[in-house]
């Protein structure tokens, strides 16, 4: 398949599923495109019209990268399903990134705390991913820009396309930190209904985890969860009220096993544990953390350190486990000892 067909083949606008089942069926991008020129595969006047486009400068003018799938990062490009090819705006991080996702309809409660999810991650040196929608994914976005992190937007429209309206800045923020905006839609592309859905397997592609923090039974942040799951990522979920619609999505993932994520403290903590110490983080390397401190005569239980810092429990179990994921210490039975 050569790159110019390949271009040609996503400019279309077909559905990645039907792409993906065409592909099969006549063997590369050249055939395929031939088939629709010669009337072999049925599709809209519309879409035969763009045959005649050039893709390369529709790209050219929005300003956007041509990714194909051999440049994507590993554990997208890895997927069965990963696209060909993403339209990036930006930078495309190959990093482990954290997804923050959740219900466009969130009440102030998720909106409040997924801005402080977002400013934490970043902060801690992780790329912060999401949709750029409304409710949880904006505001983990400004989070992001909150705490100086590079954020990645993956849109279900095209990336010269501001959707919604009102978050037209944030994408140009997003840009300016240093993050990207990315779609496998080319460029115009409008924010179809059903464009939605498969961009979800490109937000938790891009991830190495993700947490969810508000969802309703029947929204993208589920799909995006059921996506993460079948592709084998790490998936965190914040308890809620069992009667309140934004909660139960969540509440659910956390009965099939999801991991319940509580607070900032607990989110650092849960991600530490799977992805390592966090690039912002390093551990000190002269021993003056005061934990190691304290270690220097001997083992000590964690109720004990607990004390001595002056820390409640799951602040100690914390910096614990920073300091474990740095090599470090080691904890054994609930005793912490210096390596």
Known sequence: ????????????????????????????????????????????????????HDPADAARRAGADIVYREDLPDALAGLPDAPDLLYVRGVLSDRPGVAIVGS?????????????????????????????????????????????????????????????????????????????????????????????????????????VVVVVEATVKGGALITAARALEQGRYVLAVPGDVDRETSRGCNLLIRDGAHPVLDVDDLLTSLTFALGLPPNRPPSANGDDPILRLLRGGGITLEALAVALGCSAPETIRRVSLLEAAGSVRKEGGVVSAR
Do not use: K
């Open 1 to 52: 398949m050569t790159a110019p067909d390949r271009l040609r083949l996503a400019s279309l606008g077909l559905h990645p599923d039907r792409v993906r089942t065409l592909l099969v069926e006549w063997g590369n991008a050249r055939a395929v495109l031939r088939a629709v020129e010669r009337g072999q595969i049925e599709v809209s006047q519309a879409i035969r019209d763009r045959l005649d």
């Open 104 to 208: 466009r309809r969130a009440t102030s409660y998720g909106l409040r705390l997924a801005r402080s999810f977002g400013r934490a991650v970043a902060g801690a040196g992780w790329p912060v991913i999401s949709g750029l929608a409304r409710g949880i994914d904006g505001a983990a976005h400004i989070g992001c820009l909150d705490g100086g992190g590079v954020g990645l937007a993956v849109l279900g429209c095209g990336v010269d396309v501001a959707y919604p309206r009102e978050h037209r800045d944030l994408a140009a923020r997003l840009l300016d930190g240093g993050g990207g905006v990315v779609s496998e839609y080319a460029p115009g592309a409008r924010p179809e209904p059903w464009r939605f859905p498969p961009r979800n397997r490109i937000i938790s592609g891009l991830a190495s």
